[in-house]
């Protein structure tokens, strides 16, 4: 095994790690979505190129932008912003 191929799954655990102890939804969806990225290119270095073109759409493209619209209707990103918004104000 080479040392990107050590890299990469070090890199897979600890996105793991970080979405089990991650309190923030939004963060949490963008380290799934990291995830996904390097589970491809570990497809690819496995020689399993279809499974490595899934991967990536499935689940870095069409799962995360669902995650992200999901979000949005239920107004989770919008309420973050109007906190801050009023925090700065309170300044």
């Known amino acids: 095994m080479s040392?990107?191929?050590c890299?990469?799954?070090g890199f897979l655990v600890l996105c793991a790690v970080a979405v089990s102890l991650s309190k923030?939804?939004?963060n949490s969806i963008l380290i799934y979505m990291s995830f996904?990225?390097?589970?491809?290119i570990i497809w690819v270095i496995l020689e399993s190129p279809d499974?490595?073109?899934t991967e990536a759409?499935?689940?870095?493209g069409v799962t995360s932008l669902l995650f992200f619209v999901t979000l949005k209707k239920?107004?989770?990103i919008d309420e973050k912003e109007k906190r801050k918004k009023n925090e700065q104000k309170k300044d």
């Open 3 to 5: 040392v990107f191929t």
């Open 7 to 9: 890299l990469l799954m």
């Open 24 to 26: 923030n939804l939004l």
């Open 36 to 40: 996904s990225l390097v589970m491809s």
């Open 51 to 53: 499974l490595a073109i």
């Open 57 to 60: 759409a499935v689940g870095a």
């Open 74 to 76: 239920i107004h989770a």
